[in-house]
């Protein structure tokens, strides 16, 4: 036996399972869960891109390129054309040249102009969170533009979209789920603690939700937004409504649960002490479960995130100038735009890692939400 | 030996094979049964008991493997031995050998029949495959096993389900299905432990009736040695995954010989216990787990005859104390030195 | 049994009229009404209608009646097939969507077939060679197909489609078919062409189904039942397929209901990406144009499918599973 499995109190050897708290056991289950943790690091990721976008991105996301549309995401090189290194890595510069045969305009490196790739440069100036001005970004050039992910018909830098649009998407989710969790709560709750009328009426209310086809409905919600409102209570209307409908997984958990401890002898107990319904459900009673709630908001996520991107996309959800995955993608609806300029699916590939990286987690979580159960 | 076996174990070797290790369940059991007989085999859980019975069936579980010994059996009406052990587990002639020459009463009646087909189908079922009858046949056979397992309305019984079904009532259906084709053995992994106390002594009754009656042997496997002395012809006390003591089950009750078996014994209650107030004496400590098999003799750290620098060294060997009685315990080898 | 049935038809009838008070609702929301829409589109071009004008153009459609009332003319009128009108087509709503609603049938039940026959079969090797590499090759792919969004499987299978062989694999139809009668050479034409979308609408169900069947079947195979049965002399084969893999379709079977509504959810957006003549890019252009009385149509259709799905699969339950037979009714 090691010794990081045991732990020495008053001399005594004790095994550190024995005294772990809940959420101890559920850390070290969760740990041991590669792609989970490989997960919980990519979120991390996508994390510090919704705070700091500004920062990351080195242009605001409606800088145009006038020189560089719609053309190919800048390759960035160590090695120059003769074979040579650069410790510094550069991009070339391009010039347009116009296809013989197609008569589309193409970009060719111009290899004769190395433009070096400078870190932590100034650039255009913003205001981090409305607060603070600064202008430093984490990457940039000096001459002309770079545009990693290439530009749009309209030479916007892709590379600053997507990291402006993870923030949008990422925090739709979030403020989803919340939203979600405490209708959940709130409608789970009355449900599974006063049971009876309230109780039958909510089930049947979840259950009618439940067999509805939700993207349709969300789609007739959406569409039924004036089109003349500001791009923010669009936001946040979009945001209640895929919420809305949401909700019925959480509250489902929650009115289980709540059933189950219902008859246990610590609420019983609690309640004989004088303690307020809303106090027994959510100081007593919630914290047993908690684990199983972090579990379904944390798989509910991807679907929120799924709706919007999808509302999105068909023109239904937001709108520039308000950029998400989905408004981003609504440029690649056709064939043409898509065979023009194809890395414009490099967003639909943010999308994929977010969900994917939910989809493990979740699934870490749900095994580690049950530690003792092995 | 001129004696005709039924089945000769010799040296059957099963362990459980982790990534990484593998565990030994069942180690060097021999056993032999004679056409007709009664053996009980005897443990507490997990002594590995029910995977030896398993393994004559070669139905274990995927993690468990044979890792040696042979399950010679001569059930077969052209008087041909086979040996178990060597058969391919999904080949088809241990299929044949499956519920046709050897079939099986387990544990837990409910959960033993399919939810999803009616008793009958899965009764008929081993019939159709193991004799080749035609379905409505099939069925008049199923009807009559029925009745003789002691299932009244046999005819509709068929058409039901084991949900239907009270837990006796299933296990009579189960004890029916594994007769259906005369087997020449049957294995019986503690078909009473899971049914009330009043239930327990008709099945059993019923067993020893259909045992009487189609001449079956009986492997009887279970923690109870009060149930297996009203059964069986022979003990073999098993403990984790050895054989300490086999004998006749008369040798067994009046002279016990191993420490283990003494113990077990004492552990039942009996009406003359109760009425001089002696207490019943349990075991002392707790079966080891698994992975801690103490060196030597595996008994020897809950033995109150532990004797130091001999019990701790090797595992004892079966010896013959009087006929077809064998010990596994250095107590008697001392014995023999001494003389 | 039959009173089982009896009740699962009265649940679905209440579920079809509260959804038809749904359908109602969202037609009223946007705001003004249809005439609103159609005065401020006709003044953009120019045309100025007076007040009037409007005010009879209300009363002529109704408009001025209580909500209620107009509630019960619409579904009275859905109840003799009449869906209302489309002003954006000038005609009446079950014209404009006759032919693409047995599109959309026929692309959401190969989907439903096609979803199911992989997920099973797919879900019987995994479990039986677990840990084999094609289990692990089924793992990685399931894990995508839930991730990946319909329409972006879409949108990469048309760029691929355009870079290597230079077509669309968007349409259901050859362009010589697109605008003739249905024939036996029209029907294949449209064969040929319904594995894209039917491979784009039923792969993150087939992920889903594959797991769940997976996971199912680990947990049966190692059931007593199959141990016993096996035990009986049952071969290898026909014991797989009588008990542990009739057990593991079962939840399978109880979601098909639920599994329609993904399929229908997502078959709008796949539709248009797709540009398949079904309802989807119809109903996506009726929701911009607010042609709220198309759009309204077809909610009632895509819900009322789903109700009929969860009532198949109800039946089929009570089919393939004896204990839901005798559940309550005994």
């Not at chain 1, 039924?224 to 409908?245: Q, T």
């Not at chain 2, 001569?74 to 391919?88: E, F, P, Q, S, W």
């Not at chain 3, 290597?164 to 139809?173: E, I």
Request: aromatic content about 10%.
């Amino acid at each position: 036996m090691t010794d990081d499995r045991h732990i020495n109190i008053n001399g005594k050897k004790i095994r550190r399972v024995d005294i772990a708290t809940h959420w101890q056991l559920m850390w070290w289950q969760f740990r041991k869960n590669k792609m989970a943790m490989i997960s919980a690091g990519i979120l991390g990721i996508f994390l510090i891109i919704s705070l700091f976008a500004e920062f990351i991105a080195p242009y605001s996301p409606g800088t145009r390129n006038p020189g560089y549309l719609a053309a190919p995401p800048m390759r960035v090189h160590f090695f120059d054309d003769r074979g040579k290194f650069h410790l510094r890595p550069f991009i070339y510069g391009s010039v347009q040249k116009r296809d013989p045969v197609t008569l589309r305009l193409n970009y060719v490196d111009d290899t004769s102009k190395r433009i070096p790739v400078r870190v932590l440069t100034r650039g255009e100036s913003y205001k981090l969170w409305g607060l603070f001005k600064s202008d430093v970004h984490l990457f940039g050039v000096d001459e002309g533009m770079i545009n990693l992910f290439g530009t749009d018909k309209l030479g916007r830098d892709l590379f600053t979209r997507i990291m402006y649009a993870t923030r949008i998407s990422i925090s739709v989710g979030a403020i989803g789920v919340i939203f979600a969790f405490i209708i959940g709560i709130i409608m789970g709750g009355i449900a599974g603690y006063f049971g009876g009328i309230a109780d039958e009426l909510i089930m049947r209310l979840m259950e009618f939700i439940r067999s509805i086809p939700t993207l349709p409905l969300w789609m007739a919600l959406a569409a039924a937004l004036p089109r003349d409102w500001p791009p923010l209570r669009v936001y946040l209307v979009i945001i209640v409504i895929l919420s809305g409908i949401g909700w019925t997984t959480l509250g489902r958990r929650v009115r289980s649960k709540l059933f189950s401890l219902r008859e246990e002898d610590f609420v019983l107990s609690a309640r004989l002490a004088g303690c307020s319904n809303a106090r027994i459900i959510l100081r007593h009673m919630l914290p047993s479960f908690m684990s199983y709630i972090i579990v379904d908001l944390t798989v509910s996520f991807p679907y929120i995130i799924l709706a919007e991107t999808s509302l999105s996309f068909l023109g239904l959800g937001l709108r520039e100038p308000v950029v998400s995955w989905g408004v981003l993608l609504y440029a690649a609806q056709n064939v043409p735009a898509l065979a023009q300029m194809p890395w414009l699916l490099i967003t639909g590939l943010f999308v994929v890692i977010a969900i994917l990286a939910f989809n493990f987690m979740g699934d870490g979580l749900r095994d580690a939400a049950d530690p003792l159960a092995k | 030996m001129g004696k005709k076996y039924l089945l000769n174990v010799k040296n059957l070797n099963i362990s459980w094979r982790l990534d990484k290790a593998s565990v030994p369940i069942v180690c060097g059991v021999d056993f032999s049964l004679e056409p007709g007989k009664v053996l009980g085999l005897v443990g507490e859980s997990g002594c590995g008991k029910s995977v030896t019975a398993l393994s004559l069936m070669r139905i274990l579980p995927k993690e468990l493997k044979i890792e040696d010994g042979e399950i010679l059996f001569n059930g077969h009406n052209g008087g041909k031995t086979v040996d178990i052990a060597k058969l391919k587990p999904k080949g088809e002639d241990i299929q044949k050998i499956r519920g046709g020459r050897i079939s099986m009463i387990f544990q837990e009646p409910m959960s033993s029949f399919s939810p999803l087909h009616t008793i009958g189908n899965q009764i008929i079922e081993v019939i159709e495959i193991h004799k080749k009858t035609a379905r409505g046949e099939a069925e008049e056979i199923t009807i009559n096993l029925l009745k003789k397992a002691g299932i009244a309305d046999a005819r509709d019984a068929v058409k039901r389900y084991p949900f239907e079904f009270s837990g006796g009532m299933l296990q009579r259906a189960m004890i029916a299905k594994a007769l259906s084709c005369n087997p020449s053995l049957l294995i019986a992994d503690e078909p009473t432990t899971a049914l009330d106390v009043t239930i327990q002594a008709q099945i059993l009754n019923l067993m020893r009736d259909l045992q009487r009656e189609f001449g079956t042997s009986i492997i009887f496997i279970s923690h109870d040695l009060g149930v297996v002395g009203q059964m069986a012809d022979e003990v073999a006390i098993m403990y984790m995954g050895k054989i300490v003591e086999r004998g006749p089950t008369k040798n067994i009750f009046k002279t016990p010989k191993h420490p283990y078996t003494i113990k077990l014994l004492d552990a039942i209650p009996r009406l003359g216990n109760l009425e001089d107030r002696r207490r019943l004496e349990p075991i002392r400590g707790t079966v080891p787990g698994l992975f801690n098999r103490p060196p030597g003799c595996i008994f020897h750290d809950r033995c109150d005859s532990y004797m130091s620098g001999i019990c701790d060294s090797a595992f004892p060997d079966l010896r013959e104390m009087s006929e077809n009685h064998f010990v596994a315990c250095y107590l008697y080898e001392k014995g023999e030195m001494d003389q | 049994m039959f009173s089982l049935i009896v009740r699962r038809i009265i649940s679905a009838l209440t579920t079809l009229f509260l959804i038809s008070i749904v359908a109602f609702i969202l037609i009223q929301l946007p705001p003004g009404d249809f005439v609103d829409a159609y005065a401020s589109k006709k003044s953009q071009g120019g045309v100025i209608i007076t007040k009037e004008q409007l005010d009879a153009m209300r009363i002529q459609m109704g408009l001025d009646k209580p909500l209620y009332q107009q509630y019960l003319k619409w579904i009275g009128g859905v109840l003799r097939g009449n869906l209302g009108y489309s002003w954006e087509y000038h005609r009446p709503v079950s014209e404009v969507i006759g032919e693409r609603i047995s599109i959309t049938l026929i692309l959401a039940f190969s989907t439903l077939l096609f979803t199911y026959v992989l997920a099973i079969s797919i879900g019987i090797y995994s479990a039986v060679r677990q840990y084999s590499i094609g289990d692990h090759i089924a793992t990685v792919l399931g894990y995508i197909g839930l991730a990946m969004p319909g329409f972006l499987f879409a949108l990469i299978l048309l760029y691929l489609g355009q870079k290597w062989f230079g077509m669309s694999v968007g349409g259901l139809f050859s362009p010589e078919f697109v605008d003739v009668p249905w024939s036996w050479a029209k029907f294949m034409d449209m064969i040929k062409h319904l594995w894209v979308p039917v491979l784009v609408l039923g792969m993150a169900g087939t992920a889903f189904q594959l797991r769940t069947m997976r996971a199912t079947l680990l947990d049966e195979l190692n059931k007593m039942y199959v141990t016993a049965a096996r035990a009986g002399g049952v071969p290898e084969f026909r014991l797989l397929m009588k008990y542990p893999v009739r057990m593991a379709i079962n939840p399978i079977v109880a979601t098909l209901g639920w599994e329609l509504s993904k399929i229908v959810s997502g078959a709008p957006i796949v539709g248009l990406v797709l540009s398949l003549p079904s309802t989807g890019p119809l109903f996506i252009q009726a929701l911009l144009d607010q042609d709220m009385y198309l759009a309204g149509a077809m909610i009632l259709f895509y819900c009322t499918m789903v109700v009929i799905g969860t009532f198949i699969s109800d039946i089929l339950l009570m089919i393939i599973d004896p204990r839901m037979r005798f559940k309550r009714s005994s």
